[in-house]
């Protein structure tokens, strides 16, 4: 499985900025993909994620909620992030991360331990 982050980048306050992540080596259809950030000196922490199995679930950190949106395009296999109203807060270094196999994407987003494979990051800068 491999994971490949791009978007990352240096904005001012309220600005936007989108991430994408593209995914291969694997064929599951349940799965949960979702994006991670990690600041300086903190642990890292869920940001939003998705859940293929059934109908299909989102996850969003509270810290999030309303400014970010993730989405899928499945024929590419590529997770996006797509990120306004950013914030200095929202500094750090993202990771995009998958888990194969059943669950929800609030677990997952909740629990990073839990994700299997993870890309090398990409770094938001907000000022």
């Known amino acids: 499985v491999q994971l490949v982050e791009s978007g990352g980048g240096s904005v001012q306050a309220g600005g936007s900025l989108r991430l994408s992540c593209a995914a291969s080596?694997?064929?599951?259809?349940?799965?949960?993909m979702g994006w991670f950030r990690q600041a300086p000196g903190k642990e890292r922490e869920g940001v939003a994620g998705?859940?293929?199995?059934?109908?299909?679930?989102?996850y969003y950190a509270n810290s999030v909620k309303g400014r970010f949106t993730i989405s899928q395009d499945n024929a590419k296999n590529t997770l996006v992030l797509q990120m306004d109203n950013l914030k200095p807060e929202d500094t750090g270094v993202y990771f995009c991360?998958?888990?194969?196999?059943?669950?929800?994407?609030?677990?997952?987003?909740?629990?990073?331990?839990?994700?299997?494979?993870w890309g090398q990051g990409t770094q938001v800068t907000v000022s």
């Open positions: 080596g694997y064929t599951y259809s349940s799965y949960c």
């Open positions: 991360a998958l888990h194969l196999g059943y669950g929800t994407s609030e677990y997952f987003i909740q629990h990073p331990p839990e994700m299997s494979y």
């Open positions: 998705i859940y293929t199995g059934g109908d299909g679930t989102f």
